[in-house]
């Protein structure tokens, strides 16, 4: 019947798409009841909260483990079910969940944590210098140990031997040292660490988020200035060092100490007219602000 109807219109809608496409729109129109749902039915939310609960609360238990306490309380549910809903939520496997993460480490253990690292700089003429600095996780305080050309396992051991005699009895408040597996980290700068009762934390390989305090410090120093200053030699960079560990240390904001820097406390707030100086540093590179008296 649609192909003798069809005989009827022009050659331009007479296309076998067009009255397949009618036809199924036909179809459609005709049957309007209410289709099912191919497939395993939705598992209730009230369930999935049930299960998210049992996993953050009880670390040590399996997907299997808390399949079974949920059949113990009525609610039947496969383990698979259980496996998929603590997967979509983030929620690792026991091994993974019992712990705490790396930066749950850091920060319950700040307070007795240095962290060190290596970072080079080039000079105008081509020569490559390596430079030594070690954080207070707890301050964020910084300190630039030195500038070489040539980092030797003795001169890295007695950079560690000055930041103990210029720590002092504070030294006694710290218990671990991280630095990366760098070969310029020997055995005898551990031992200086060690003989004081501070234990080595190595990061693992291409790890630089295991050490990420002292990585970002380095980071925002090349952004801040390094990237923007062309250095003559060791002394040089050793002046510019030692004035951006000033300005790091004294002055620069910090998030985590409530926008506080390491040796500086803030002050009480302002009335009245605003009065401020600025105090460059470095040529301007670095400005510094302080309200005036």
């Not at 693992?204 to 305090?213: L, T």
């Amino acid at each position: 019947m649609i192909s003798a109807l069809a005989r009827l219109l022009s050659a331009v809608v007479r296309d076998a798409g067009t009255l397949l496409r009618w036809h199924a729109d036909l179809v459609r129109r005709r049957w309007t009841f209410k289709r099912r749902r191919h497939g395993r039915p939705p598992t209730r939310a009230s369930i999935r909260t049930l299960a998210l609960r049992l996993a953050r609360e009880n670390p040590l238990w399996r997907y299997r483990r808390i399949a079974g306490e949920l059949a113990a309380l009525g609610y039947r549910v496969g383990a698979s079910t259980v496996w998929l809903i603590l997967k979509q939520a983030g929620i690792d496997p026991p091994p993974r969940r019992m712990g705490p993460t790396w930066s749950e480490f850091l920060r319950a253990q700040a307070t007795g944590i240095l962290a060190c690292d290596f970072f080079h700089c080039d000079t105008v003429l081509f020569k490559r210098l390596s430079c030594l600095v070690v954080m207070e996780l707890s301050s964020r305080r910084v300190h630039v140990l030195g500038v070489t050309e040539h980092p030797t396992g003795p001169w890295i051991a007695q950079q560690a031997r000055n930041l103990m005699i210029e720590l002092g009895d504070r030294m006694e408040g710290f218990r671990f040292l991280i630095c990366d597996r760098d070969t310029k980290f020997t055995t005898m700068f551990d031992e200086v660490f060690t003989a004081e009762g501070i234990g080595i934390l190595k990061t693992p390989p291409r790890a630089p988020r295991a050490n990420a305090f002292a990585e970002r410090w380095i980071g925002g120093l090349r952004r801040e200035l390094l990237d923007r200053i062309l250095i003559v030699n060791a002394r040089h960079l050793r002046r510019v060092l030692a004035a951006y560990e000033t300005h790091f240390n004294e002055h620069r904001p910090h998030r985590s100490l409530g926008q506080a820097a390491p040796l500086r406390v803030l002050p009480d707030p302002v009335e009245g007219d605003i009065k401020v100086i600025r105090r460059d540093r470095l040529g301007g590179l670095i400005h510094e602000y302080a309200q005036v008296a």
